[in-house]
């Protein structure tokens, strides 16, 4: 079982260690925004800092704050240190990980925003990856859909009608994302080696690169409750 705590009304930081005492995955729908948060420097790193004051866009510097705010005060709790302690390493594909001295715990994580959603999981059984997307439709969409999805993913958006067709084009692309991000990263050049098969209840895993593992190793999921944007996430299992 996955839990999701959909956290946009309430703003309150959960207990990890709680949380994993019911599931060892968990999801946290977060909003973007500045207003009600602490000072930087009592959450993020010298390094973190650095980073900071090189955006020069402002929805940028804010969606860095929330989803740093956000994800290393709920690790920290769960590490016992001060957020500002926690310096999260970046692998060789861009998925950032807990320092080499706290990978001991266990817990792999990965997140995702939007303009104005963060969207973080984590988990301490599998390899995560999520993904949350606006369900806004892109002006080379159908470009996209033929260079990255497969004949039967691409007659299945084309069967919808109006909006249902970008809503149907996100939840394709942000499954494969998640699956591509739980893969120790992924690279995105593997995207067309991802087959779903596409349904509206639920979609299903299909096909996958040789090095992704078996199919049997593979969890997805979506949560379609979110007005207006696309939530995925999937879990490889872990071999220890």
């Given at each position: 079982?996955?839990?999701?705590?959909?956290?946009?009304?309430?703003?309150?930081?959960?207990?990890?260690?709680?949380?994993?005492?019911?599931?060892?995955?968990?999801?946290?729908?977060?909003?973007?925004?500045?207003?009600?948060?602490?000072?930087?420097?009592?959450?993020?790193?010298?390094n973190?800092?650095?980073?900071?004051?090189?955006?020069?866009?402002p929805?940028?510097?804010?969606?860095?704050?929330?989803?740093?705010?956000?994800?290393?005060?709920?690790?920290?709790?769960?590490?016992?240190?001060?957020?500002?302690?926690?310096?999260?390493?970046?692998?060789?594909e861009?998925?950032?990980?807990?320092?080499?001295?706290?990978?001991k715990?266990?817990i792999d994580?990965?997140?995702?925003?939007?303009?104005?959603?963060?969207?973080?999981?984590?988990?301490t059984?599998?390899?995560?990856?999520?993904?949350?997307?606006?369900?806004?439709?892109?002006?080379?969409?159908?470009q996209?859909?033929?260079?990255?999805?497969?004949?039967?993913?691409?007659?299945?958006?084309?069967?919808?009608?109006g909006?249902?067709?970008?809503?149907?084009?996100?939840?394709?692309w942000?499954?494969?994302?998640?699956?591509?991000?739980?893969a120790?990263?992924?690279?995105?050049?593997?995207?067309?080696?991802?087959?779903?098969?596409?349904?509206?209840?639920?979609l299903?895993?299909?096909?996958?690169?040789?090095?992704?593992?078996?199919?049997?190793?593979?969890?997805?999921?979506?949560?379609?409750?979110?007005?207006?944007?696309?939530?995925?996430?999937?879990?490889?299992?872990?071999?220890?």
């Amino acid at each position: 079982m996955t839990l999701f705590l959909d956290l946009r009304d309430s703003k309150q930081i959960p207990n990890l260690e709680l949380l994993f005492k019911k599931s060892s995955a968990a999801l946290f729908l977060w909003p973007i925004e500045d207003e009600t948060l602490p000072p930087p420097e009592t959450f993020l790193s010298a390094n973190e800092l650095q980073r900071l004051r090189n955006f020069s866009q402002p929805n940028r510097r804010k969606q860095f704050l929330t989803s740093r705010y956000f994800a290393k005060t709920l690790l920290a709790n769960y590490l016992k240190i001060q957020a500002s302690q926690l310096d999260f390493e970046i692998q060789a594909e861009g998925k950032p990980v807990l320092p080499s001295a706290h990978q001991k715990s266990g817990i792999d994580f990965n997140f995702s925003h939007s303009e104005t959603l963060f969207l973080l999981g984590v988990s301490t059984a599998h390899w995560i990856g999520v993904d949350v997307e606006p369900q806004i439709q892109k002006t080379n969409q159908i470009q996209i859909a033929e260079k990255i999805f497969s004949e039967p993913e691409r007659k299945w958006i084309d069967q919808a009608e109006g909006s249902q067709k970008t809503e149907r084009f996100f939840r394709l692309w942000s499954m494969k994302e998640a699956i591509l991000k739980a893969a120790a990263g992924g690279v995105f050049r593997h995207v067309q080696e991802i087959k779903l098969r596409p349904n509206e209840d639920r979609l299903a895993l299909q096909e996958l690169p040789d090095d992704f593992g078996l199919i049997s190793d593979w969890q997805i999921f979506e949560n379609k409750n979110i007005v207006g944007f696309t939530c995925a996430w999937a879990l490889k299992k872990r071999y220890e």
